[in-house]
């Protein structure tokens, strides 16, 4: 049985048990401009492992998608999902510790992913892809999105709002206007077929952006753009 858990409490609990492996930050933590575009949503950040999650939830936090550990730039350990929540809501410890005890070294994205859909029932999802891989590559990691999230969400249909394919490291792939617009085509129309057909997700609003969120750089406009754009379809 779920067990209801104050939302400090809570955070402060998969902070200790899994480390940076799951990251949940609250809403109070966040940038003030992100405060006010995200409201009082819960926001829930996947993808494959190193698509850039928790740079992403590091950027919301401090404006800057690193850390910054001995006065070295450092890029933010890698995550298997990110959160950013601001309400009560039902924590499962016993669900959250059976997955620990059962994936021994790192945890199984889908594994945590499930759990965190169920827990946070979240009101917009942002998915991560690294927009370096192929055509094909990147239509497969699209289309992953019906069973790794889509499939945990039934019951949180009446709470998902939006989803938004941010699609990484547009510094190394977006060579120009032309290439940039080709790909977010592609990976729009392959997350259009993966919500097709489904009378649950008609109403959900769809987005695709490119982000870039290089430590190297010292302005990441993309990512803000695409934050803004998730922002208003979440809360629209």
């Known amino acids: 049985m779920a067990v209801g858990v104050i939302l ?10 899994f480390g940076k492996d799951v990251l949940f930050a609250m809403k109070d933590a966040l940038e003030h ?3 006010r575009v995200f409201a009082t949503r819960n926001i829930l950040i996947l993808g494959p492992k190193q698509s850039g999650k928790s740079s992403l939830l590091q950027y919301l936090t401090s404006g800057r998608p690193y850390e910054i550990v001995d006065g070295e730039i450092r890029a933010p350990a890698p995550t298997a999902l990110a959160a950013i929540v601001d309400r009560k809501f039902a924590l499962d410890k016993g669900n959250w510790l059976r997955l620990k005890r059962d994936v021994p070294g790192d945890l199984d994205l889908r594994d945590a992913w499930a759990q965190a859909i169920t827990d946070l029932q ?3 999802v942002v998915y991560m892809i690294d927009g370096r891989r ?6 497969a990691d699209v289309r992953d999105i019906r069973d790794a999230v889509l499939a945990h969400c039934a019951t949180s249909a009446g709470h998902l709002a939006t989803l938004h394919v941010f699609v990484n490291f547009a510094d190394h792939w977006a060579a ?9 085509r592609l990976v729009r129309e392959e997350l259009d077929e993966v919500t097709a057909g489904s009378h649950t997700w008609a109403a959900l609003r769809l987005g695709a952006s490119a982000t870039q969120l290089d430590p190297n750089k010292k302005s990441w406009e993309d990512a803000e ?3 803004h754009h998730f922002g208003a379809d979440l809360t629209g």
């Not at 120009?176 to 977010?184: D, F, P």
């Open 225 to 227: 753009r695409a934050l």
């Open 176 to 184: 120009s206007v032309t290439e940039r617009r080709r790909r977010l």
């Open 134 to 139: 192929s055509d094909a590559d990147l239509r």
């Open 33 to 35: 401009q992100w405060r």
């Open 122 to 124: 979240p009101h917009g």
């Open 8 to 17: 400090k409490e809570a955070v402060k609990w998969v902070a200790l048990t």
